[in-house]
């Protein structure tokens, strides 16, 4: 590119990251509508990490999950106190190193296609499913910008042949262990990768590039290191969530059966029908836009024609071409992904738990793209502009249709805010509003006190209670007791010790929850 073209094209880079910012971050405060427990844990968690000083590498309650996401979470609470958008950030922040990692990961495999990467970093930005998860405090975000960017690492690395490409990408490879664990695939992408170059240089690739893996995996184990100390020490943490819900646990009806449908309802997903669960999609909508959807179908169609087609030429004619890498890695990568969702029978399909494919599909929408207007180009300027013209204004259009879909349509449904326990966040705000003398009350079970309690922990006189712990509240001082949902238990014991007053505070979404207050 010239340096005109250059400009260009950095400056609607540019532009990308900064929607990709923006629409992560608006509305912060009341989109998602509520915290789900699991969110206000990870909270609590990095909460009391932060205060107590003790920051763990694994943390082993909720079924086990790994420290690096709530340690970012806890630095982010030591320096700027708990709220919503602290909770949210270190999602937001690795979104937003997501879409750059989308980038400089398509402009590596992709090297004399910068519009590609632009594509690709485009259609990450603006997706549904991309945006969702930047604003969930869930850990498996993390996932993305570390893939993206050690394989960035790696393919440079091959490119420049200078040892610190290969260092840098050990070092965020390692880091991944500490994110999800959907990572631990992530070794038998090194493997194929690997294979692939042997395919494609020979054993000269050993040869030319052995001290490079050197380097590459002393800096993986220092960073991975931790973890895998954490995990020798403790081998239960390996299988602390996949136990319950594997294929090989549920498989009363023969393991084919259940893998072909496990594989079938994760491939429907992205054209058909998505996933079912308000927080992690939009019911019934399948995961991509239909535009974005039909090019991931043209992508990952042409670039297995591609492989495979190389992959004849290699063994039959000895033909060597990068393309056998580029696109045997990116088949590899979106299979491997998908394993964590095929694998298990639990609320399938599952969008968060195969969220490591996600970079992929958007990279292969863009390689069709990117390959329908090439193709145009080599006809005349009149269909090369037309094409171009077309294909902007769909990407524009779906980008569009996707962020008014996530923020207007999906903001405003009452399924959305039930998903994520609104009314837990609404009473939350509302013992902010009661008078700092009198003593609140809160009755709910270990969970879904979590979001209350994390966002009140400076509230004085406020106390958790169990239901049959209602003897523990003190009748003779003023109070308020706050319930998620009208308990009858709660009230009639409430009844036979003194008059109390009963309202039903109801919010936006349809969300409501019951207020009790003794009658003066």
Excluded at 7 to 19: A, D, E, V
Excluded at 146 to 153: A, D, G, P, Q, R
Excluded at 372 to 400: C, D, P, V
């Amino acid at each position: 590119m010239n340096k005109k073209n250059k400009i260009i094209h950095f400056t609607i880079l540019g532009i990308i990251i900064l929607l990709a910012i923006i629409v992560r971050i608006y509305n912060i405060d009341s989109i998602p509508a509520g915290i789900y427990p699991d969110e206000a844990n990870n909270g609590t968690n990095a909460y009391d990490a932060q205060l107590n000083g003790e920051y763990q590498w694994f943390y082993p309650d909720n079924n086990g999950r790994e420290g690096l996401y709530l340690n970012f979470m806890a630095l982010l609470f030591k320096f700027f106190d708990v709220s919503l958008l602290t909770l949210k950030l270190p999602s937001i922040t690795m979104g937003v190193f997501t879409v750059i990692g989308v980038y400089f990961l398509s402009r590596e495999l992709f090297i004399s296609k910068p519009r590609l990467a632009l594509i690709a970093s485009h259609l990450t930005a603006v997706s549904f499913w991309a945006i969702n998860f930047s604003r969930i405090a869930f850990r498996a975000i993390m996932m993305l910008p570390i893939l993206t960017f050690s394989f960035y690492f790696i393919f440079r690395g091959i490119r420049t042949n200078k040892w610190w490409d290969f260092a840098l990408a050990g070092f965020i490879f390692g880091l991944g262990f500490h994110t999800y664990i959907a990572f631990r695939i992530a070794p038998a992408l090194l493997i194929v990768l690997l294979v692939l170059f042997l395919m494609q240089y020979g054993f000269k690739f050993i040869k030319d590039y052995w001290l490079s893996g050197v380097i590459f995996i002393t800096f993986m184990l220092l960073s991975a290191f931790p973890m895998l100390y954490t995990f020798h020490t403790h081998p239960e943490f390996l299988n602390s969530r996949t136990g319950d819900v594997s294929v090989f646990a549920t498989n009363e009806n023969g393991l084919v059966p259940v893998l072909t449908e496990t594989v079938t309802t994760s491939l429907l997903k992205f054209n058909v029908y998505g996933d079912q669960n308000w927080r992690h999609g939009y019911p019934p909508y399948s995961t991509l836009e239909p535009f974005v959807g039909i090019m991931f179908l043209g992508g990952i169609l042409l670039s297995t024609i591609i492989f495979l087609l190389y992959f004849y030429r290699r063994l039959s004619k000895k033909i060597r071409n990068r393309k056998l890498v580029t696109h045997g890695l990116l088949i590899a990568w979106f299979f491997a992904f998908l394993a964590p969702e095929f694998l298990t029978t639990e609320g399938l399909p599952h969008s968060l738990r195969s969220i490591g494919v996600l970079p992929i599909v958007y990279i292969f929408a863009a390689f069709f793209i990117n390959f329908i207007i090439e193709r145009a180009e080599k006809h005349s300027y009149k269909i090369y502009f037309t094409t171009s013209i077309l294909m902007l204004t769909l990407l524009l259009l779906s980008g569009f249709c996707s962020i008014i879909k996530y923020h207007v349509y999906w903001a405003t449904e009452p399924e959305q805010a039930q998903a994520f326990n609104k009314s837990l966040t609404d009473i939350a705000h509302h013992i902010q509003t009661l008078p700092q003398g009198t003593t609140k009350y809160v009755i709910t079970g270990p969970l879904t006190r979590l979001p209350i309690q994390l966002l009140n922990e400076k509230t004085i006189n406020l106390h958790f209670l169990y239901e049959d712990e209602l003897a523990k509240i003190n009748t003779t001082k003023d109070y308020y007791i706050l319930l998620p949902h009208y308990n009858d238990n709660v009230i009639n014991y409430l009844n036979t010790i003194q008059e109390v007053n009963i309202q039903t505070i109801t919010s936006s979404l349809d969300s409501s929850f019951i207020l009790i207050h003794p009658t003066k």
